[in-house]
């Protein structure tokens, strides 16, 4: 991933490159629906699929979990807690905090559901251009009035991309913050501050340099739309989406 | 609104919707429900954006979350997610960035005035989340408000102070590119 970024597209010819968007948008749709159902066997099958998928479109694992450290430590917390906060039988007691199995259940299953969300959701955005989500928002978007179909496809697609720049600023900001010895400072409060107005202040900045980039070459919400083009295998993959999602489901 | 601050304001509202988005992940979990930064990016958005460009920040970080792309807290997505035991959180950050933004916006965006516009905001949030957290598990409102409401108090009155105070810095740069 070029400059290790699990949020960023990168191009390629695999399946799900080359599978239209508006398909991939449904199938995620469906999936995290699943997912919510999905028990042991599920979940196993699910990973797989997603795990043969990732490598497919040339995503190394290895890569995806450097980048997530910080969420992999938030799916830690998130964890502990649900096996802290659950009833059941007690497993260990100590210092009045009880360790439930039924905790421990609760706790695999939310946090496998969340990293499974994750790892569709990194597949989707690193598998799709955001101006081929902006095209398909519109086409979901038409037959709904009082929506302004083309301004929702440019935020949308503006929303992807904007994720992986404040991905990319932070490690910026906080690597021109280690030079300067910021790391040291122990007060947390300060360090946040110092992390968090700078990442502001650079977000505001971008968006405002894409403004003006946008305003002078010209942007209208009135011009010629991107064609997307099936690849001929939506069919079956919308068959055999539907066709698990309803035997978890169900 | 002139097209130029036409686009500046979509790109800014996509700005916050990905910034709330951001604020998901840095949760803090206590019991079902984590403690997260989102809600004070949903309010700054309420403060800078105002009403009309609030709303559509919060309508396109929704519409991101229900399709699917893990955008709610702890890295969560889809409609199942914005119906489940935490949605009326979610959902409740719509009437809570109306209120907020034009509660602001009359009462002439001084840094007590916005704060105040913030805690009503976080209240609405709350008055949506708990009772739907009670009856979506059926837990009874003891429990509901012990595990839904009381243990982030502390947390949002600091993220309400330093919401102002980062939204105050927020719309004096936009103010110096003309947004």
Redesign the interface.
């Given at each position: 991933m070029d400059n290790g970024n699990a949020f960023a597209h990168h191009a390629g010819s695999s399946l799900l490159h080359e599978l239209d968007v508006r398909c991939k948008l449904i199938c995620i749709s469906l999936m995290s629906l699943s997912l919510l159902k999905a028990t042991i066997p599920a979940l196993s099958g699910i990973s797989l699929l997603l795990f043969m998928l990732m490598i497919h479109s040339g995503i190394h694992p290895w890569e995806v979990v450097k980048n997530l450290k910080y969420f992999l430590v938030l799916l830690v917390l998130i964890f502990i807690s649900r096996t802290m906060t659950t009833g059941g039988e007690a497993m260990v007691t100590f210092m009045e905090i009880t360790i439930t199995k039924e905790g421990i259940f609760a706790g695999t299953m939310v946090v496998w559901r969340f990293f499974l969300v994750m790892i569709s959701g990194i597949l989707f955005t690193v598998t799709t251009r955001p101006s081929h989500v902006k095209v398909a928002v519109q086409w979901f978007l038409a037959p709904i009035p009082f929506i302004p179909e083309k301004r929702a496809g440019v935020m949308v697609s503006l929303f992807l991309r904007f994720l992986p720049l404040m991905v990319q600023k932070s490690r910026q900001v906080a690597m021109a913050q280690k030079s300067r010895c910021g790391h040291l400072e122990k007060n947390p409060v300060k360090r946040v501050k110092h992390l968090a107005l700078p990442l502001l202040k650079n977000m505001v900045q971008s968006a405002d340099g894409l403004a003006l980039g946008m305003t002078c070459r010209g942007y209208t919400e009135d011009r010629t739309e991107l064609a997307l083009e099936p690849s001929g295998r939506e069919i079956p993959v919308m068959i055999f989406s539907v066709f698990m999602s309803a035997l978890i489901l169900i | 609104m002139n097209?130029?601050n036409t686009?500046?304001m979509?790109?800014?509202?996509?700005?916050f919707?990905?910034?709330i988005?951001?604020g998901a992940?840095i949760?803090?979990?206590?019991?079902?429900v984590?403690i997260v930064l989102q809600n004070m990016f949903v309010l700054m958005a309420a403060l800078v954006l105002g009403p009309r460009w609030g709303l559509?920040a919060i309508l396109?970080y929704l519409?991101?979350g229900?399709?699917?792309?893990?955008?709610f807290s702890?890295?969560?997505?889809?409609?199942?997610?914005l119906f489940?035991p935490t949605g009326g959180y979610l959902l409740g950050y719509i009437p809570a960035v109306a209120v907020t933004a034009t509660l602001a916006k009359s009462l002439g965006h001084r840094p007590l005035t916005d704060a105040l516009a913030m805690a009503v905001g976080s209240l609405l949030v709350y008055g949506a989340g708990v009772p739907w957290l009670k009856f979506a598990t059926g837990m009874p409102w003891d429990k509901a408000l012990a595990l839904g409401l009381l243990p982030f108090i502390i947390g949002d009155l600091i993220k309400i102070a330093a919401g102002t105070w980062?939204a105050g810095?927020?719309r004096r740069?936009?103010d110096k590119?003309g947004?």
């Open positions: - | 097209p130029s686009l500046k979509t790109i800014y509202t996509a700005l919707a990905a910034l988005a951001a992940f949760a803090i979990p206590v019991g079902p984590p559509a396109l519409f991101m229900a399709c699917g792309f893990p955008v702890g890295g969560s997505g889809g409609l199942g997610w489940g980062a810095m927020m740069i936009m590119t947004a």
